[in-house]
């Protein structure tokens, strides 16, 4: 599949270079990229292939600018979850400077969506993920390329804020508070 791979709003880069939807499998470790139409499904098929309660996760770039806040909902079922991707998946999937995922509260299996929209999942069985994925169009490769390998001084990169129907990523966690969504206190 020789698909242009699509930036995130949130994600700036000259050139995307030779990088695909690609991930790789390492034991119970799933790892890959994936552009910017194919983030959305992989959340969903990923919460489809654990046990519930499920979480959801944002990291919020804090004041310092160096740090991050970490905001979980805890004890969720699926289709709350696939709520929480209806409301604010958009706005999640298309912002550069926050981190998202889902997870297992009773397997402590995640997914966990980075910068430069790379991912990382840790699975029991990661084969049903892995399956999934592949029907999205999402390469299994033992290695591939990714945004972070395509900055340079003449591909300069950069992660910004969007705002999608008037609202920001900083907003999730006010909107959630209701349904028990709270600032994790970890250091």
Do not use: H
Request: with cysteine.
């Amino acid at each position: 599949m020789d698909e242009k791979f699509i930036l995130c709003q949130g994600v700036s880069l000259r050139s995307t270079g030779q990088v695909v939807s690609a991930f790789t499998v390492q034991g119970e470790d799933v790892k890959g990229i994936l552009s910017a139409p194919l983030i959305l499904p992989a959340a969903r098929a990923f919460i489809k292939s654990v046990k519930e309660p499920v979480f959801f996760f944002l990291e919020l770039p804090a004041e310092d600018g160096e740090s991050y806040e970490t905001y979980y909902l805890d004890n969720c079922t699926k289709p709350v979850a696939e709520a929480i991707i209806k409301r604010f998946g958009e706005l999640v999937a298309n912002d550069g400077i926050s981190r998202f995922g889902f997870g297992s509260n009773s397997t402590e299996e995640e997914i966990y969506f980075k910068d430069y929209q790379e991912f990382s999942a840790y699975l029991r069985s990661p084969q049903g993920f892995a399956a999934a994925l592949e029907k999205l169009g999402v390469q299994e490769k033992d290695s591939f390329a990714t945004l972070w390998q395509q900055l340079s001084d003449d591909n300069v990169g950069s992660l910004s804020p969007v705002e999608l129907d008037g609202e920001t990523v900083y907003d999730i966690p006010g909107a959630l508070e209701q349904a028990g969504m709270y600032l994790s206190q970890e250091e």
